[in-house]
């Protein structure tokens, strides 16, 4: 949800950490393009190491985990938003979102448009959209937060999941399926969504549940955010997950459950135009990518 308030005055984001998908050479050199930028209007800037390779700019390197700063720009799509907030430390800075991704639902700017937004963020003209996380736990430890969604799957291939879904300790369904996805608010537009999930306005304070082709008939679920989810495996042994795409574990015989909550940190997006359903019509729904 988005602050009530414009947060204003120079002196914002002093330090900026940009990050910029790696796979993709016109995304390298475009950041680097920003990095100048940035530089130019007097921020200390550090790049992730991939992207200060490329740069040549080595001494400015810095991991993703150890990018304590006041701003982070990606330069991708939402895979490397998702990326992102793994592994930064908490509480997260706010992100600007450069869209050079397939779709970037979770981007605010194009690239033509990205010096301006660098301006205005600069100037403390923009807004703040705030996204819960999740929190999951497997085993005694607690795994990364997640922006978008939990996902559980069998780990042998055409292998049908048996599972057992808790909430707060009470058990409200067992199913057999492909898998499962526990999403937040921001995750009902991702795996959720083309699971069949519903979306979830960005107000709407709530998990989704969302089996993936169930053998019976079980419709996915949306349940307070406030809630604890358990998914117990049942069969077979072992099991994945899938924190947000990136980040992978193990279920197993001696961690056969995985506890899923709200988060107490949240991903902070950077806002400059329009609003979340400006971004799920153009991006999402109707247009093909294209924004009304």
């Known amino acids: 949800m988005k602050d009530a308030t414009l947060e204003r005055g120079i002196g914002l984001f002093n330090h900026v950490g940009v990050v910029a998908r790696p796979d993709r050479r016109e995304a390298l050199e475009f950041a680097v393009k920003l990095v100048k930028h940035l530089e ?29 700063v006041d701003l982070i720009v990606t330069v991708g799509g939402d895979g490397t938003i998702l990326r992102t907030c793994l592994m930064i430390p908490k509480p997260e800075p706010p992100i600007l ?22 301006d205005r963020c600069l ?10 996380k999740l929190a999951s736990f497997m085993g005694g430890v ?11 799957t069998s780990r ?9 879904v808790r909430k707060n300790g009470e058990t409200i369904a067992k199913f057999r399926s492909d898998g499962v996805v526990v999403a937040s608010q921001a995750g009902s537009t991702g795996y959720s969504l083309s699971a069949g999930g519903p979306i979830l306005d960005p107000d709407v304070d709530a998990i989704v549940l969302t089996p993936i082709c169930p053998l019976s008939v079980f419709h996915p679920m949306v349940f307070p955010g406030k809630s604890t989810i358990s998914v117990e495996l049942i069969k077979p042994k072992s ?30 997006f950077i806002r400059l135009k329009g609003d979340f359903y400006r971004r799920l019509k153009g991006r999402l729904l109707f247009s093909g990518g294209r924004e009304l």
Do not use: W
């Not at 992207?51 to 990018?67: G, I, P, T």
């Open 97 to 118: 979102a450069v869209n050079m991704g397939v779709r970037g639902f979770l981007t605010e700017v194009a690239p033509k448009d990205a010096l301006e937004a660098l």
């Open 142 to 152: 607690r795994l990364p937060d997640a922006l978008n969604e939990v996902f559980i």
């Open 40 to 68: 130019d209007r007097g921020c200390g800037v550090f790049l992730e190491p991939k992207l200060a390779q490329h740069a040549n700019r080595l001494r400015d390197a810095l991991s993703l985990e150890e990018m304590k």
């Open 156 to 164: 042998a291939l055409a292998k049908t999941m048996y599972a057992r």
């Open 123 to 132: 100037e403390g003209r923009f807004e703040v959209e705030r996204c819960m």
């Open 239 to 268: 099991a994945a997950v899938v924190i947000d795409g990136h980040y992978q574990t193990e279920m197993e015989p001696k961690k056969p459950r995985i506890t899923v909550t709200k988060s107490e940190h949240e991903t902070s």
